[in-house]
């Protein structure tokens, strides 16, 4: 086996230094009735060349670009991602790294972690980031116990219009607690709607997606209003990041803590994983903050470099009192983050927002032209809602023949949404794409 | 002795990010523009994120320069203890870059997914059948997600069952996040001892275990590097009142198709993809934890899960007792790949060699160290191996100085300071892929410090010396948080 240095040689050597006589006697100390008496009853082995003919087939068997025209994002969305990215991404001394305990040897992931964070709260607009969590949804759920932290309240508020898978990772960590989700619904126009808000004086943090899932801008100044003189933290979440490249931030509307998916800055969709849980919030709640910190100090010749810092709210010094369980982050995709926004640099990253606006604008004009109806008229960003006709489901059908797949059906999310589809547009998907889009489905 | 890895070259400064560039430039082609510029609500409407405007040149050198920076498995020996820093395999990111993969969205129609709902359907029970346990879930994206997940199905089970129970045992050796997924469930944190063997005695556990009593946590191999001799006694003791036994398998690297843990009494245990099944672990993650269980904790797993019917795989929703879901798709499918390639790459023959190789080379290094260093409990170890700074304290020399020094020579260090009921711990895990020359040139290099340590302490205090920095001031970086540019 190619992973396995040793020859017949080198285990006899060792064996003898250990005074040991076969590979067998090394777990002789093992209790007898706890040794496994039958093979593994996995696959023989494959050579490289079979291996690869294996995950070619698999591959293969997908429906994805360029072959399918994918019009779906609802949390996962396809970007183009430069070679200079996946190339530099590609560094051993990055991939085979661990998590960087010690810093003398680990300056190159400190450093760009550090960047990570600045470029996240710039984006953002809020104070500091930590160094990434899993994904949008467990973001969610560890911004939620956050805001239960601060606040000492016991209930939250979260928006109809947020994710609903992320609602219900939310569900499954609040599950053995004492802690209760509220739900607000949305109203006509695809927002949230806030007037429930107003009797609700027990709340440790409310909960809103902007742009939602639904594709609507929230208006997330009026939420801070409605919270003035309450307790509660107000929790702006995202599962399009790039979407700041045009609007307002979570920071300039005034969140609290801001957290969700960055799958979207430079990182595969790879069916939804790994993906990037982005986190950041105001200073005065970093001691609070769950996940890795890096922090800027200097070494013992003065110099600049970078550490792990404020750990004792983690885990390994913690233990159960720690601010959160996560021990790694997803530091190999903020790194593809980091350096996904720094390649597109701050111009470039309005110009792609702009063009992902443009296009889902030109989709959403072309299907309305068509006769379709768009039931939400709130601004949106690079996603919208199109009510189909009854029976549009033979249609999508005959689409996918078409290699189109024509968004998302809402109705398993949204029972009341049954023939509403959400269409996303990314700057992958041409103005003909669309053009044979509209044709085929007016057919 | 032989001449050592490390040394030192041209090592290049970088400044960070925006400290570069220049308002204009790019290292970004951006798309055609096919469509025509729409308005935009100028009350939502925002200035865009301020970022430094580089090329790609500037891109690339800043990136290429921070790597070099790093130590790496693919540089050298990283011999930290329970972390399974094992090579991991160049095939393996060739299969997770397939297009087909890395395109595919989450939400696909199921018959066009099918390539990938197969090898999920296939790892799980290759991992099932590896552990013995009876079912798989692949969604947890960490081990510590997969601690999470195994203490909600706890909490869920032991409610069907009437109460969830307020309590839960944890090992001394455990590692921290044990106990901090088990308060996330409410469940509060009761110490169990290890006996003077470094091992859990069936008394002491059963001196704990009541019926307000959720389980026990056990890491097996425990985290001293020992197998649990008396896990199964223990287990009986757990079940006899109604609890259930978590199993950290972050150590599973020591006894694939060696020990079955089902056979042990384990009901709950969770794997670590990027530990023994050789994905790589990126400086920190992503990894991936998926939790495999006993047949009666099935009907609990996240959900959805993948069915094969009819020889067609499908994502299903329909298991009314599951605990919910703790990742908004399916998990790390990308870590998930790689594991699965490696298990087949390996074959059964490969893992148990890889398992008798690991515990093989940790063998031998503890034995080859013993004399030198002061090791706590000298039995037979399994995978790993912990010693102590006893003999080296009274020359001032503290395990922080000696492993400082071992970058000097080139080696990544140990895992150190734990676990806890070693003062000073030095805890090696050099894994199957070193070979036995590198070993014994880190057996050298480690005897050459404790040399040092008697003759020259200084130079062990002022260590690392051939680094891209010294040490760093933790302290400072505390004291006065500065976590952003």
Same mark, same amino acid.
């Given at each position: 086996?190619?992973?396995?240095?040793?020859?017949?040689?080198?285990?006899?050597?060792?064996?003898?230094?250990?005074?040991?006589?076969?590979?067998?006697?090394?777990?002789?100390?093992?209790?007898?009735?706890?040794?496994?008496?039958?093979?593994?009853?996995?696959? &023989?082995?494959?050579?490289?060349?079979?291996?690869? &003919?294996?995950?070619?087939?698999?591959?293969?068997?997908?429906?994805?670009?360029? &072959?399918?025209?994918?019009?779906?994002?609802?949390?996962?969305?396809?970007?183009?991602?430069?070679?200079?990215?996946?190339?530099?991404?590609?560094?051993?001394?990055?991939?085979?790294?661990?998590?960087?305990?010690?810093?003398?040897?680990?300056?190159?992931?400190?450093?760009?972690?550090?960047?990570?964070?600045?470029?996240?709260?710039?984006?953002?607009?809020?104070?500091?980031?930590?160094?990434?969590?899993?994904?949008?949804?467990?973001?969610?759920?560890?911004?939620?116990?956050?805001?239960?932290?601060?606040?000492?309240?016991?209930?939250?508020?979260?928006?109809?219009?947020?994710?609903?898978?992320?609602?219900?990772?939310?569900?499954?960590?609040?599950?053995?607690?004492?802690?209760?989700?509220?739900?607000?619904?949305?109203?006509? &126009?695809?927002?949230?709607?806030?007037?429930?808000?107003?009797?609700?004086?027990?709340?440790?943090?409310?909960?809103?997606?902007?742009?939602?899932?639904?594709?609507?801008?929230?208006?997330?100044?009026?939420?801070?209003?409605?919270?003035?003189?309450?307790?509660?933290?107000?929790?702006?979440?995202?599962?399009?990041?790039?979407?700041?490249?045009?609007?307002?931030?979570?920071?300039?509307?005034?969140?609290?803590?801001?957290?969700?998916?960055?799958?979207?800055?430079?990182?595969?969709?790879?069916?939804?994983?790994?993906?990037?849980?982005?986190?950041?919030?105001?200073?005065?709640?970093?001691?609070?903050?769950?996940?890795?910190?890096?922090?800027?100090?200097?070494?013992?010749?003065?110099?600049?470099?970078?550490?792990?810092?404020?750990?004792?709210?983690?885990?390994?010094?913690r233990r159960e009192k720690a601010t959160s369980n996560i021990c790694t982050n997803h530091s190999l995709c903020a790194l593809a983050a980091v350096m996904y926004m720094a390649t597109l640099g701050g111009t470039g990253f309005k110009e792609l927002a702009r063009l992902n606006?443009? $296009?889902?604008?030109?989709?959403?004009?072309?299907?309305?032209?068509?006769?379709?109806?768009?039931?939400?008229?709130?601004?949106?960003?690079?996603?919208?809602?199109?009510?189909?006709?009854?029976?549009?489901? $033979?249609?999508y059908q005959r689409l996918l023949k078409k290699k189109m797949i024509a968004g998302l059906p809402l109705g398993d999310f949204y029972p009341e949404l049954n023939n509403h589809y959400l269409m996303c547009v990314t700057e992958t998907i041409t103005k003909a794409d669309m053009d044979a889009l509209v044709q085929e489905i007016k057919k | 002795m032989k001449e050592t890895a490390g040394t030192t070259g041209l090592i290049f400064n970088e400044p960070l990010l925006w400290e570069k560039g220049k308002t204009g430039r790019t290292a970004f082609s951006l798309p055609r523009r096919d469509v025509e510029e729409q308005d935009v609500d100028e009350k939502l409407r925002g200035n865009g994120p301020h970022f430094p405007d580089l090329s790609e040149v500037d891109i690339v050198r800043h990136y290429i320069r921070l790597s070099q920076w790093n130590f790496s498995v693919d540089s050298g020996m990283y011999p930290l203890g329970s972390c399974t820093m094992k090579y991991n395999p160049k095939t393996n990111e060739r299969q997770s870059a397939l297009p087909g993969f890395a395109r595919a969205h989450p939400l696909l129609p199921e018959p066009l997914s099918q390539g990938v709902l197969r090898l999920m359907f296939e790892l799980e029970h290759y991992l099932t059948e590896i552990t013995g346990m009876d079912a798989t879930t692949l969604q947890p994206a960490a081990g510590a997600h997969g601690e999470l997940t195994g203490m909600l199905l706890f909490y869920a089970y032991l409610k069907s069952k009437g109460t969830p129970r307020s309590k839960i045992l944890v090992p001394d050796t455990a590692h921290g996040t044990n106990p901090a997924s088990a308060s996330l469930c409410g469940y509060r944190s009761i110490a169990v001892k290890s006996n003077e063997k470094g091992v859990l005695s069936q008394q002491a556990v059963d001196e704990l275990m009541d019926e307000d009593t959720a389980g026990i946590m056990v890491t097996n191999p425990n985290t001293l590097g020992l197998f649990e001799e008396n896990i199964k006694a223990v287990a009986d003791v757990v079940h006899a009142k109604g609890g259930l036994v978590y199993c950290d398998g972050a150590n599973m690297n020591a006894v694939m198709g060696i020990v079955n843990m089902g056979e042990l009494g384990v009901d709950v245990l969770h794997l670590n993809l990027h530990k023994t099944f050789s994905s790589p672990h990126g400086g920190g993650g992503p990894g991936s934890g998926p939790v495999c269980v006993r047949k009666d904790l099935e009907p609990f797993l996240p959900v959805p899960r993948v069915i094969q019917k009819k020889g067609k795989y499908a994502l299903s929703e329909d298991f009314p007792d599951s605990m919910g879901k703790v990742h908004a798709f399916y998990g790390n499918i990308g870590v998930m790949i790689r594991a699965y390639s490696y298990i087949l790459s390996m074959g059964p023959d490969g893992l148990k060699k890889a398992s008798q190789l690991a515990v093989l080379n940790a063998a031998y290094i503890k034995d080859n160290l013993k004399g030198t260093f002061h090791l706590p409990f000298d039995r037979p170890?399994?995978?790993?191996?912990?010693?102590?700074?006893?003999?080296?304290?009274?020359?001032?020399?503290?395990?922080?100085?000696?492993?400082?020094?071992?970058?000097?020579?080139?080696?990544?260090?140990?895992?150190?300071?734990?676990?806890?009921?070693?003062?000073?711990?030095?805890?090696?895990?050099?894994?199957?892929?070193?070979?036995?020359?590198?070993?014994?040139?880190?057996?050298?290099?480690?005897?050459?410090?404790?040399?040092?340590?008697?003759?020259?302490?200084?130079?062990?205090?002022a260590a690392p010396q051939k680094t891209k920095r010294r040490r760093l001031d933790e302290t400072a970086a505390a004291r006065k948080p500065c976590l952003r540019g």
């Open positions: 086996m190619r992973y396995l240095p040793h020859t017949p040689e080198d285990i006899a050597a060792m064996l003898k230094t250990v005074g040991i006589d076969s590979l067998e006697g090394l777990f002789a100390h093992i209790p007898e009735d706890c040794r496994r008496k039958e093979a593994l009853n996995i696959p &023989d082995h494959l050579t490289e060349w079979e291996l690869n &003919d294996h995950m070619d087939t698999l591959a293969g068997s997908m429906a994805v670009s360029p &072959d399918y025209k994918v019009f779906m994002g609802a949390g996962s969305y396809e970007h183009h991602v430069p070679a200079a990215v996946s190339f530099l991404l590609g560094r051993s001394e990055f991939v085979t790294a661990y998590t960087p305990y010690q810093p003398e040897v680990s300056q190159g992931t400190l450093q760009a972690i550090y960047e990570y964070q600045t470029l996240t709260s710039r984006l953002l607009g809020m104070e500091v980031a930590n160094a990434s969590q899993y994904d949008g949804a467990s973001s969610l759920a560890e911004a939620m116990l956050m805001a239960i932290r601060i606040s000492r309240k016991k209930a939250v508020a979260v928006s109809r219009a947020l994710h609903p898978l992320y609602r219900r990772v939310l569900e499954t960590y609040f599950e053995p607690t004492d802690l209760e989700i509220r739900e607000l619904p949305y109203l006509g &126009d695809g927002t949230t709607d806030l007037s429930p808000l107003q009797d609700m004086e027990d709340l440790g943090g409310v909960a809103v997606q902007s742009p939602n899932f639904l594709g609507c801008m929230e208006d997330v100044e009026r939420i801070k209003q409605v919270l003035q003189n309450k307790k509660a933290l107000l929790v702006v979440c995202f599962s399009e990041p790039l979407a700041y490249g045009l609007y307002k931030n979570p920071g300039e509307c005034g969140a609290d803590i801001a957290c969700g998916e960055g799958q979207s800055l430079g990182i595969p969709r790879t069916f939804g994983g790994p993906a990037l849980g982005m986190f950041a919030s105001k200073m005065k709640y970093v001691r609070n903050m769950p996940g890795r910190l890096v922090g800027q100090t200097v070494d013992l010749e003065g110099n600049r470099g970078h550490v792990l810092t404020l750990s004792t709210r983690e885990q390994h010094i606006y443009d $296009k889902s604008e030109y989709l959403k004009s072309a299907l309305s032209d068509a006769g379709f109806k768009l039931p939400f008229s709130r601004p949106t960003f690079n996603e919208f809602v199109v009510e189909f006709p009854a029976g549009f489901k $033979k249609t | 170890c399994m995978h790993e191996c912990v010693f102590s700074d006893k003999r080296q304290l009274p020359y001032k020399v503290t395990t922080l100085d000696m492993v400082k020094r071992l970058m000097d020579y080139g080696f990544h260090p140990p895992t150190i300071y734990f676990p806890l009921v070693v003062p000073g711990a030095i805890m090696i895990e050099p894994t199957e892929t070193e070979s036995k020359e590198d070993i014994d040139l880190f057996i050298e290099s480690m005897k050459a410090i404790a040399k040092e340590a008697e003759e020259n302490p200084g130079l062990l205090h």
